[in-house]
């Protein structure tokens, strides 16, 4: 089922943007570590890094993923099916920022574990919103933070950068959370993800 999710993301011509193999196994293990039962996303694309989060749940775990393109979301929907997930896993489609408000008015929270991976520009926006879903312990996990290192420059031109620098300061300065970040050089480049629970 990952392999076919590798491959519909080339047959549709969506962007190999998705976390490499042994992060998606490394997000399973800390979904296993904080015990969890209900995992929010933010960021689907076509849905492997749900399906290595959505296996570590129990047969009546929830995994909630938000993802603004509906082509994404309508080839990550097959990629659930052909994982035999979709008991466990709801896609919702729109952009996270509208659909984050809802999740809180509709009594959707809290949540064990939220990954955060959509557009990088409100990063900071969608950690703040991660706060509001969860309870203490929840852990709170974030890629793309270091960016080859792009994010020790102070005013990048690149608003992707900018964003994920807004965020790791945010990080640091939020007392609420007990974070850290870990580089990783692997299959893809050199990048990072934040890991943040909360107090
Ligand atoms: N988590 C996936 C990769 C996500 S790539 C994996 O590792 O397998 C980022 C995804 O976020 C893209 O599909 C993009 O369309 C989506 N996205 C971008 N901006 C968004 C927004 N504001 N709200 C929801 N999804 C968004
Ligand atoms: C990009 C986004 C991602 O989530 C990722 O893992 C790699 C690259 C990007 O928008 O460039
Ligand atoms: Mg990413």
């Given at each position: 089922a990952l392999k076919a999710t590798i491959e519909s993301i080339e047959s549709n011509g969506i962007p190999q943007i998705s976390i490499c193999a042994s992060q998606g196994k490394f997000l399973q293990v800390l979904a296993k570590l904080c015990n969890a039962k209900r995992i929010l996303e933010i960021g689907?694309?076509?849905?492997y890094s749900t399906i290595w989060m959505a296996r570590?749940?129990?047969?009546?775990g929830k995994l909630i993923s938000l993802e603004y393109e509906p082509l994404h979301a309508s080839v990550a929907k097959e990629n659930i099916r052909r994982a035999g997930l979709e008991n466990i896993v709801e896609i919702q489609t729109g952009a996270a920022l509208d659909l984050l408000p809802k999740l809180a008015e509709e009594g959707s929270?809290?949540?064990d574990m939220i990954f955060i991976d959509a557009d990088k520009p409100p990063y900071a926006e969608f950690f703040q919103w991660a706060l509001k879903l969860s309870r203490p312990g929840t852990l709170i996990v974030a890629d793309n933070v270091i960016r080859e290192g792009k994010v020790?420059?102070?005013?990048?031109?690149?608003e992707r950068v900018t964003g994920v620098h807004r965020f790791n300061k945010l990080l640091a300065a939020t007392k609420e959370v007990t974070a850290s970040i870990i580089q990783t050089i692997g299959a893809k480049e050199h990048d990072g993800m934040a890991i943040a629970v909360v107090n």
């Open positions: 689907t694309l076509a849905g570590a749940l129990p047969k009546d929270a809290p949540f020790l420059t102070e005013n990048h031109d690149d």
